[in-house]
């Protein structure tokens, strides 16, 4: 494995592993029985989309659907997806506090780098957190990606990313550059997180569909790790949080209709949440 690779869990208190729990609520989710609702109570959903997805269509949109079946209030921090976690912070914060005037707590769901921004937001403000049920960390490079140090090292993707994103865009580089191990490593350790609940949810994937598939056997190949196409899965942790690592669900699984995921999205996501506010 890439020396690089699992930086911020070495050393840290071993995860607490909640995978069984997400089972059973899975379980009696797909069975009509979920207990989301009930224990979300009047608290908000507050929905933090990950990189560029802007552009995405019907990104997240089964996950949605579902939990506003329930009868969830359910709303999208607006972010510019095409900008970094510290210019996005000032949005999340403002949803957040927008909840709290209303008496209400904030159930945050963050997507790839959509975490990031959440906890750029609540490192940030740390008065936010008493605001904060729960974050739900869906496969966030939360301490960086192969994919950004090897885009990195080559002058043509580096070219590329500014062209296409600084340009065409009309956002930050940065925003991509950013999820570089260094980047992360720097930020984390100035920027260290409240108290708050957390869940990560981490994937892991023997073949990708077939957007994500070559970046999957680039990360075996060259970072000796599993993945699901875009962050391993030790790199998507968040230390202190609660854990549920899944195989079998590639890294658009959720929140994409092309891609791979061996689970129903929005029913996972029900799950997700619920298990992130019991345990």
Not at 20 to 29: G, I, T, V
Not at 165 to 189: K, N, T
Not at 246 to 269: I, M, Q, W, Y
Request: with cysteine.
């Amino acid at each position: 494995m890439n020396a690089a690779t699992g930086w911020l869990v070495r050393g840290a208190p071993r995860p607490h592993d909640v995978t069984p729990s997400f089972f059973a609520l899975y379980a009696e989710a797909r069975g009509g029985r979920g207990r989301l609702a009930r224990i979300a109570g009047r608290d908000a959903i507050i929905v933090v989309p990950g990189l560029f997805t802007e552009r995405y269509p019907f990104y997240l949109r089964r996950a949605a659907a579902r939990l506003r079946s329930l009868g969830l209030d359910v709303s999208w921090a607006p972010i510019d997806t095409d900008m970094t976690a510290v210019h996005n912070a000032k949005a999340v914060r403002d949803a957040i506090r927008a909840v709290a005037r209303e008496g209400r707590r904030a159930i945050l769901i963050g997507h790839s780098k959509g975490p990031n921004d959440v906890a750029a937001a609540l490192s940030l403000h740390p008065d936010l957190a008493p605001s904060v049920r729960a974050l739900v960390s869906l496969q966030a490079p939360y301490a960086g990606t192969p994919l950004a140090d090897e885009a990195h090292g080559s002058r043509f993707w580096r070219t590329a990313v500014g062209t296409v994103v600084g340009g065409l865009f009309r956002g930050s580089a940065r925003a991509f550059w950013e999820l570089r191990y260094d980047e992360r490593r720097q930020f984390i350790d100035a920027h260290p997180l409240p108290p708050v609940r957390m869940l990560s949810l981490v994937t892991t994937t023997a073949h990708a569909g077939p957007v994500l598939e070559r970046t999957r056997r680039l990360i075996a190949d060259r970072h000796g790790s599993p993945s699901d196409g875009f962050v391993p899965p030790v790199d998507a942790y968040i230390p202190g949080s609660r854990l549920v690592h899944l195989n079998g669900v590639d890294h658009g699984g959720l929140a994409l209709p092309l891609c791979k995921s061996l689970f129903e999205p929005g029913r996972t996501v029900e799950a997700l949440v619920a298990t992130a506010l019991l345990e």
